[in-house]
């Protein structure tokens, strides 16, 4: 994932090379984690959790099998699945598994737009679907970026399949 697409369809230019370069390692399982803005875990830790947002820079944990999700620079605040306002769609046992978010749409509308209305392309999809028509990622999304990418990703799957 070298390349940066970049998307426009939040009418924002979301640049994906600042995830594939980050070090910063879940404080429980160890595994690298992606960096997020902190206005997206504002957003998506349950309410009675908000104030336990500090200013500092946080991650999200990309082990499917961590139920830890945010965690920040210093380790010192973490938030696990079970705090979040969402299901982490990568995450085992997610229920349901959104590929947009912003537009509710599921990995699962996704693939039968693909395999049983005969959908090709992401134009397709969306139409099918209505994905990605309420844009609002930052703060919808956990990783706090487009769907672009995990519509795609099971788009292929499909194809696959
Ligand atoms: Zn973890």
């Given at each position: 994932m070298s390349e940066n697409k970049g998307c426009n369809c939040c009418g924002d230019i979301v640049d994906l090379t600042i995830i594939s370069n980050d070090t910063n390692k879940c404080p429980i399982c160890k595994q690298e984690g992606k960096k997020v803005k902190n206005v997206t875990v504002r957003h998506l830790v349950k309410d009675e959790y908000?104030?336990?947002?500090?200013?500092s820079n946080y991650s999200i944990c990309m082990?499917?099998?961590?139920?830890?999700v945010y965690y920040s620079e210093n380790n010192k605040v973490q938030f696990s699945k079970e705090q979040?306002?969402?299901?982490?769609?990568?995450?085992?046992?997610?229920?349901?598994?959104?590929?947009c978010y912003c537009s509710k749409v599921t990995i699962d509308q996704v693939k039968e737009a693909v395999?049983?209305?005969?959908?090709?392309k992401m134009k397709d999809v969306l139409a099918i679907?209505?994905?990605?028509?309420?844009?609002?990622?930052?703060?919808?999304n956990p990783l706090g970026v487009c769907c672009h990418e995990a519509i795609q990703q099971a788009i292929d799957e499909a194809l696959a399949e």
């Open positions: 908000e104030t336990s947002v500090d200013s082990n499917e099998n961590c139920d830890t979040i306002k969402v299901s982490i769609w990568f995450k085992k046992e997610a229920d349901p598994r959104y590929a395999k049983d209305k005969g959908a090709q679907t209505g994905a990605m028509r309420n844009s609002n990622c930052e703060i919808k």
